[in-house]
């Protein structure tokens, strides 16, 4: 998936990430083997200076794992992180000082994300003097500007996170990751705790600051319309994997995997004129202790066919710039079918 | 006020009498510390039988607590202090202990938004599917227990039989509220209160489980009062539609007309804020509501979103939000909607 040359400046190839599940000591007396989750199963992709690379998923999917691997918050078992040309996937702590200093991430929930006891203030010089970006006679300017650049009064500083509301908390939990002046920025699910006349808000803050201080980022989203709004690529994620990934309006107007079009048509349309008919998946997604055989999909999907439960189908391009891991629907054969769930 | 259109008239046409739920100027209240909140404010809406009615509100709009409130519900220090609710002509708010609980889970239930706190996490779910079946249709144990294999086969819960013995925290999260439903379903209810029942889920099972509802919804005629934050959920599946902005009703009518023709102006606003919309737009951006959400314990007079609205002038100080009626007509709390052509 990644092509040499190309002005990428995060890449990840191959990351592999599993849980140890605890058993109860009867299992473990009668020496079972130990089970483990698969959050991550092999994802591979990369991110070019200044773009916003959104990826979507259900619970379960692996996306804030993979956040939190890019990030090196966890360790991959397998694959590698590359930042800005350095391979990072088993930096040590000094050096993972610095990388993370120029990436910042934005958490959901912004009531437990800030310390309750730390004036905002505080809470967003707090990074930059601990990077040494500013000394203490620098912080209230430093808190001002940061302040300024997420839309808030000076006068906020001295406040409490309780204080202020929840679309607040999120803008201080942003000038906080601004503070170390980043260049990359992850925000895992930032306006899913917020209300739609807040979320809106913070969709164009990000849009406004991502221009203004030209900020790559990944943007991680259950919500399939946030998502098109604010990327320019999509990955879809399916129990570990990236089922679908391409061009944000090519995914969303021509979906090619059968996951991708069972998102699209499950997603609440505010139109009134579209009845909500019948549901566009079956069944639950299976556990990651017992992922299925072949294709992880096949067990929900209308498409499937005989070779999807031996054959794991892998990422092929199936247009400039879009690719999609599956055996049938990209080829028209299954796209033609009238049983087809029906497609935004 | 308009006459009504096309599709009003189908929805008149489609009643007869009596609505099956009447909900009149009800009024709750909770004692902070902060003060008293008025969390539902005036609240009034009919539901006709078999009919969806969606209310749709952001945080603190007081949607999930005027739902509790019609089956006296609301947690402590929550109170209903005024107004009635009358299912078909009895008013629950008034009716003994007893008689309410012959109306909870057998005339009137409801479905929570989360199934794991509302199921009891050390019985059986085959037990607790029997126990409304054995108290409301007086069943015998093993007939009860028949009777819930087949309610957990039609909720879609694969080897119904087997997942009797199961316990809630064996399930998903969509199977949990699955169950949640067939428990709801048991003794075939007139009215289902369902307060968020899909936001905790992740999109493709909250499209399964609407679609479940819809179902069973056309097969016993139930009603249905769907509490929800999502605009799109409301659009998908509700007749008629009412919006509340803390406390207060600000606008009701049917599905069709409030996104076709929005007459107040937090329900234009909140409608502009979807990013849906933002695509059409030649900029992409998104137009959020301006300020913050309303502070309940210190609601300026008159209208409550006029703070945050652009339409506003001076006099909407003076407005009385109490004065909105429920009709089956299009009604906006808003007395200028006209003059600013909404």
């Not at chain 1, 203004?212 to 319309?225: D, K, Y």
């Amino acid at each position: 998936m990644i092509a040499s040359g190309e002005d990428f400046l995060l890449a990840v190839e191959g990351v592999v990430k599993t849980f140890a599940v605890r058993q109860p000591l009867v299992e473990r007396l009668r020496l079972r083997p130990r089970l483990h989750a698969v959050a991550v199963d092999g994802v591979s992709l990369a991110v070019r200076k200044g773009e916003t690379l959104g990826l979507v998923g259900e619970s379960g999917s692996g996306k804030t794992t993979l956040a939190r691997s890019i990030l090196r918050l966890i360790e991959p078992d397998s694959g590698s992180i590359h930042f800005d040309g350095r391979d990072i996937t088993h930096a040590k702590r000094s050096e993972l000082q610095s990388v993370r200093r120029r990436m910042q991430i934005v958490f959901q929930d912004p009531y437990s994300s800030l310390n309750p006891r730390l004036r905002v203030g505080a809470a967003v010089v707090e990074p930059a003097l601990v990077h040494g970006l500013v000394t203490k006679d620098g912080a209230k300017a430093h808190v001002e500007e940061m302040l300024g650049l997420v839309g808030l009064p000076a006068s906020a500083a001295d406040r409490y996170p309780r204080q202020l509301s929840g679309g607040q908390r999120q803008r201080v939990a942003i000038a906080r990751a601004l503070s170390v002046r980043p260049e990359v920025l992850i925000a895992d699910e930032p306006v899913s705790a917020l209300d739609v006349s807040i979320q809106a808000q913070i969709l164009n803050l990000l849009g406004d600051l991502l221009e203004q201080l030209g900020l790559t980022m990944v943007f991680i989203a259950h919500q399939l319309s946030v998502v098109r709004h604010i990327s320019d690529r999509v990955a879809i994620m399916y129990l570990g994997r990236i089922v679908e990934h391409g061009p944000t309006e090519q995914v969303f107007g021509d979906p090619q995997h059968p996951y991708t079009r069972a998102l699209l048509a499950a997603a609440p349309r505010p139109d009134p004129s579209r009845r909500h008919t019948r549901a566009a998946t079956r069944g639950d997604v299976p556990s990651p202790l017992h992922i299925p055989s072949g294709c992880r999909f096949r067990t929900r999907c209308a498409f499937a066919e005989e070779r999807c439960s031996v054959d794991d189908p892998a990422l092929a391009e199936v247009a400039p710039g879009q690719q999609a891991a599956c055996h049938v629907l990209p080829f028209g054969r299954g796209a033609t079918d009238a049983s087809s769930p029906p497609v935004t | 006020m308009e006459a009504p259109s096309a599709t009003e008239e189908a929805v008149l046409d489609g009643r007869s009498g009596e609505p099956l739920l009447s909900v009149r100027d009800l009024v709750t209240v909770f004692a902070t510390a902060a003060g008293v909140v008025v969390a539902a404010n005036g609240v009034s809406f009919d539901i006709g039988e078999g009919e969806t009615m969606g209310l749709v509100g952001e945080s603190g709009s007081g949607k999930s607590v005027t739902c509790r409130s019609i089956l006296r519900l609301v947690p402590e220090p929550g109170e209903v202090i005024g107004g009635s609710v009358l299912f078909q002509g009895e008013d629950i708010l008034s009716v003994s202990p007893r008689r309410l609980r012959g109306l909870r889970g057998s005339e009137i239930s409801m479905i929570f938004q989360d199934p794991m706190s509302s199921l009891n996490p050390v019985y059986p779910i085959g037990d607790q599917i029997s126990e409304p079946l054995r108290i409301h249709r007086r069943m015998g144990r093993r007939e009860a227990r028949e009777e819930a294999v087949g309610l957990l086969d039609r909720v879609g819960i694969p080897s119904p039989r087997e997942r009797l013995d199961s316990y809630p925290h064996e399930l998903s999260g969509g199977m949990r509220q699955r169950v949640m439903i067939a428990i709801a379903i048991s003794c075939r209810p007139k009215l289902l209160l369902a307060d968020e029942p899909t936001t905790a889920l992740d999109v493709t099972i909250q499209d399964q489980i609407l679609s479940l509802l819809l179902e069973l919804q056309a097969e016993n005629g139930m009603a249905i009062l769907l509490v929800s934050h999502d605009l799109g959920v409301i659009a998908q599946t509700c007749d008629r539609v009412t919006v509340m902005y803390a406390g207060y009703v600000v606008e009701q009518t049917t599905t069709a007309e409030l996104f076709a023709r929005p007459r107040h102006p937090y329900t234009v606003a909140l409608l502009e804020a979807l990013p849906e919309l933002a695509a059409e737009r030649k900029d992409g951006r998104l137009v959020p509501i301006q300020g913050q959400p309303p502070d309940l314990a210190a609601l300026p007079p008159g209208c409550p979103f006029a703070p945050r609205c652009e339409l506003a002038r001076a006099t909407c100080s003076e407005v009385s939000m109490l004065t909105l009626e429920a009709s089956l007509g299009h009604s906006t709390a808003c007395p200028f909607s006209d003059e600013i052509g909404l």
